[in-house]
């Protein structure tokens, strides 16, 4: 950009610096004390350990959370994986009204406040009878995520030159051979950064969750009914735990953005 | 060379496998959106015109739910000033996160790129503890105030800082802002350096540049970072359950009651309802400043 | 000449429309097996959509597309006998040369053994052996235009279709390549069909070509004929420098026409049967003669049509030099003659009155 005056610059890093310790505060926080013990509101400086973690082992109700976490993640992944690539060839095949439209809906679990999404679902399980479960969660999510993984896949496909699918064809290939062996290839890199973004984002949904879950539940659901009741210190050392997780996942996630394509 | 005949199937049985191939993938790719959206929306905005009578829910149309709203001498009040904490939201993120995503638009290289990623990542920590955090940092034991009485700021702990409207502003503002920062920083980017050269070689100086020539360009920007922090912000309920207390009332909260203790599904969707045309009226504004005039 | 007779593919009554925009009229066209057809127009002549609806890519509005006597209108891409030769290339970036090349082949299930063999057959015949194993991204674009190209033939189509696939060369590269793709597909006696908006690549290596404007072919023929015997003015001006002269048919002597033109009464050459033979007097025309064809400074007694001229300016542009006359006799008329340049200097500078003349066989009549 322009080249600033010193004094504004040292403002914005001032600022920049305020925000950082805003985003990450409260997170610092929660690793703190997952290392070291608070009594009656004074912190014990010479507790350090790793016992809060080794507690986690043995909190089955968090385990179990977290398991149907992975499932739920993983399911709403897959679903939005196939769903998102199908929509997103559908639409870059042919312009139509129709297709702009099923672009809409498709944007709008994204562009609504999730509560919104959340209580259509839910009046929707009511009206046909479903029984909220991780099967309605997995469908919340997926529905949630579609719009990233479809946005994900179609801007690759437009970036892709429309000659490409049209020279596999014009060589004999059938359309089946050429998403194969042309089309796939080449999209692979978007399709893994979406399903890494979308597995973070399904695993830390709330709002939705919320609104649709059964009695078996996600993480986030069991945190929130935590929050009322009290923490226990093996709390803080997940949290420290999902933190490196997310950093990690997130990193890998740009490493496939950043990638440049195959050679 | 000579014309070799081709190797492969008949053109007529390919064609058929084809043909019902397409028909499955176009059924599923059309069933998932309009069953899981767009079908639930329909039902959902068909309940507000529904009615609760003894704890039963009758399918008649009616819009006394709407009429309720508007006649009630609660909901408006607690509407309007939900949005305007919202818009305290918006304001706050996009004041707080111009300068960062300013600043992350004007490095370079490496370090544009891990700094970039440091205010971004807070997007994928954990929403609960995220606010839980916070409240125990803002609470009358919490980290806030035991820095300030350590460090002999203060004699009593804050207690303004926990369980009001206040402290609900400040933690979606916290939680919100990385979503102010990224369009910002988007639309900076996207500004091509040769402008800016054009600007300071026709003699502008810094302040001017930026007041004449990036502010204008990023207004984009701003508009998307205000409006998603906006309108995240109005659907929160979580929130304001966890950091208001009893006077942080939000319309969120009162929407989410419907569908819980209070259980007014009729009700709380039309409440929905109307909350979702204020979002859609942002939307539609935004998409209005985010595509100028003067850009193809 | 001999040349190729067969036809192999025929366009008939083709018409293609965008909605209500048309793109191509009244299309009729024969390819001849073994020829190097060119298709030469300006930017939406409809050139490209022309090989666009051989390949399959677009489909026509109406017409038919016979191959061998057959209609192949609504066959799919993928199943027609023709390779194509994208204008951006289109090479597959995460496969290797060697992939790009035998992807048609491996599509078709074809052993893994004969692809390789076949695959470097075709890399050696685009003077690419040792290629194999890179990929399209590490090649120059004269490279990666040559992959393309052994993309295409190592199928053996019936047709290869190329899309301006020299349009993004530098000019020195250009020009190899047009020799190169000449002599090749002399060699494999494979048809070509090539596609450009540059007339002097048209003239270079087409054994005939195809002139199109706004959606309309105007003119076929091999490059001679539409050098020296264009059909509309259009066509006459397409090609390098021209000199076209205001005229009015008059009377006929056996083969040869008259025509008044404002600088004098000329003749011409016509050929029989043709609409500058046939057609009554009176009728508005236009002269043509090549600029090389005009003799300057005391043409030879021989040549029957003679003008006095003032010379106005003198251009030199390397091995011709270009002479820009005005007629003597009060007439508005300027014309343009080529001279191979001297180092010693032009017989003429400028001022100079004299006399230019040409033979009634190298000058053309097109009606208006």
Redesign the interface.
Known sequence: ?????RV??A???L??G???L??????F??IFFSFFRLER?EVQWDSFSFSAYEALTHNRGILDALMNTLVVGGSAVA?SLV?GT??AF?YHARRSTANEL?QL??F??F???????G??????FR?TDVDRSLLTVV?GH??FV?ALVYRTVLARLQALSRSLAEASLDL?A???QTFVYVLLPNLATALVSAAILAF??SF?E??IT??VTGTKSTL?MR??AM?RLG?TPDINAL?TL??AG??V???LA?QFV?LPKPR | ????P???RS?TD?AGE?AS?RYL??G???G???L??????A??LL?SFFYVENGQIIQTITVRNYVRFFADPIFVPVFVRTCLLCLGVAVITVV??Y??A??L??LEGRLK?TMT??????L???????I???R??LGS?G?LN?ILTTLGLIDQPLTFLIFNLQAVMLTLS?IL??FA?LPIFVA?EKIPRNI?EA??DLGAS?WQ??RDV?LPLSLQGIAIGASFTF??A?????TPQ?VGGQSGFTF?RI??SQ?GLAFN?PF??AL?VL??IV?LVV?IWTGRIVRPRYQP | MRGPTKTLLELKDVHKSYGDVPVLSQINLAIREGEFMTVLGPSGSGKTTILRLIGGFTELTTGAILLDGADISS??IN?R?FNTVFQDYALFPHMTVAGNVGYGLKV???SKPEIRDRVRRSLALVQLEGFADRYPSQLSGGQQQRVALARALIC?P?LILLDEPLGALDAELRRQMQRFLKRLQRE???TFLFVTHDQEEAVTMADRICVMNTGRIVQVGSPQEVYYRPLSEYVARFFGDNNLIEAVLKARNGVRRYLETPAGTFVCATKEGSPASSRPDGLPAKLIVRPEAIHLNRPDSALVNRLAVRVEEINFVGPTSQVMVRALNHSPTTLMIKLPSRAGGMPVTVGTETEIGWSDEECHIVLA
């Open positions: 950009m322009i080249p600033l005056p504004v610059t403002g914005l890093v600022i920049a305020f925000v950082f805003l985003l990450y505060g409260p997170l926080v929660a509101n679903l769903f199908l929509l559908r099923l809906i498709i709008l679990p562009l609504m406040p999730p509560i919104i999404t209580l259509s679902l839910l009046i929707f009206q469908i997926t529905v579609l004999g059938s359309h089946f973070a984002l830390d709330t709002l919320l609104l986030p945190l929130w929050m923490f949290v999902l933190l997310s950093t996942l997130s990193l740009l950043r | 060379m000579p014309y070799r081709r190797i492969g053109s390919a084809l191939a993938m176009t599923l790719a059309y998932l959106p309009i899981f959206i767009l079908l639930p929306l039902l959902f309940q707080l996160g300068p960062v300013y600043l638009a004007s790129y990623l440091v205010f971004v990542i807070p994928l920590m954990s929403y609960i503890i995220k839980y955090a916070i125990s940092l034991n980290f035991r916290v802002l990385p920062i900076l800016l600007s300071a810094s540049s930026f990036i309108v995240l109005l659907g929160d309920f979580v966890m969120g929407i989410y569908f599904w709380g969707s929905s909350m979702l979002v939307i | 066959m799919p199943r006998p078709r299930g074809v053996d019936r494999i006696q494979t």
